[in-house]
């Protein structure tokens, strides 16, 4: 009996120990680690002083060309992880900046948040590092940022690289209600670990789960907890309202830039979606027929699809989009 005894509270501690750990109350991420250094660009904006998370890996070699990594809604910089880690490898100087509003950034309690703004912290962080023609690479709400930092510096701006980016449809004029702030906020009041657990289960990997995707639930989770997540939760629902009032899709052949298009084809992520009526929000989403859209609208675009992936395909499977990246990276940018 005894023998049971041990090897039952032996199962037991292994199946405890492979639960994700708890989120902790973090607002700031001050607890959770980044791949690498993080500093810290200081600036006024808007009438106030903020400061912008940033990660600059420098390259090995001097001259090395730059890529800057603008990452997504649901996200933060910690989350290009692999893709910094191919990028640096392959000789590129990386510079990863956490936006305003998101992680280890400043959240202010009033912003006027628009892609333009943001477009314009990101150059002047560019500049204080010096960083010049860089190449753009956005993910999700980073793709709309890069495409809008293309439109607004293209001449400055080496290549673009977007990784199923949003604003590629226009959700209202498609039929999803518009809601004020108000209840965004009210909304995002009641983020959870499961509720951002299910949503990435459904949107982000196509109903796969992998164990290794716990720790960035964990890292979004614990920013809503404790007294300071009613602030995350309010630039929140102040960036919602940016990314569904500004999308990207009419200004698609303004783009002049060598641009690559890097789309999992699983994925089905749209805003509102769970306030439209069913038949328009059965029309959401349909990344298969955006993404050759968006090819065909972007005058110098190449697109590369993962037919079984999701909205997240450098983390689903880092190691074949790596190496499709760095694939892609030569011939876009030729000599770089």
Not at 18 to 27: G, I, K, S, W
Request: glycine residues 8%; contains cysteine.
């Amino acid at each position: 009996m005894s023998r049971r005894i041990a090897m039952a509270s032996i199962a037991l501690a292994a199946s405890l120990s492979v639960r994700p750990p708890a989120a902790l109350a973090d607002p700031q991420l001050a607890d959770f680690d980044y791949p690498h250094a993080v500093q810290r660009y200081d600036f006024r904006s808007q009438g106030q002083d903020l400061s912008m998370a940033y990660m600059d890996i420098k390259a090995a070699q001097p001259g090395a060309r730059t890529v800057v990594l603008l990452h997504g809604k649901n996200f933060c910089g910690a989350t290009w992880e692999s893709v910094i880690k191919a990028l640096h490898g392959a000789g590129y100087r990386v510079v990863v900046p956490d936006q305003i509003g998101f992680c280890k950034s400043s959240k202010p309690e009033a912003y006027q948040f628009s892609l333009h703004q943001l477009a314009a912290n990101t150059r002047a962080l560019l500049g204080k590092v010096g960083v010049e023609r860089p190449i753009v690479m956005g993910h999700s709400m980073g793709g709309m940022l890069a495409m809008r930092y293309a439109l607004m510096y293209g001449s400055d701006t080496g290549g673009l690289v977007v990784v199923n980016p949003l604003g590629l449809e226009d959700w209202k004029a498609k039929g999803v209600p518009i809601v004020t702030v108000d209840e965004l906020y009210a909304r995002e009041l009641k983020t959870s670990a499961d509720s951002i657990k299910k949503y990435q289960l459904n949107t982000y990997y196509g109903g796969q789960w992998k164990p290794e995707y716990d720790r960035w639930v964990s890292m979004l989770a614990g920013m809503y907890k404790g007294d300071g997540g009613t602030r995350v939760a309010w630039n929140q629902a102040l960036t919602s309202d940016m990314i569904f009032a500004q999308p990207v899709v009419y200004e698609l052949s303004r783009i002049s830039i060598p641009t690559l298009l890097l789309i999992g084809l699983k994925d089905n992520t749209a805003i509102g979606r769970d306030r439209a009526p069913p038949d328009v929000a059965r029309t959401l989403g349909n990344y298969s027929e955006l993404a050759k859209q968006t090819q065909e609208r972007i005058p110098h675009a190449t697109l590369v699809t993962f037919p079984e992936l999701g909205h997240s395909p450098q983390v689903q499977d880092p190691e074949r989009f790596n190496t499709t990246l760095l694939e892609q990276l030569k011939k876009l940018t030729p000599g770089g």
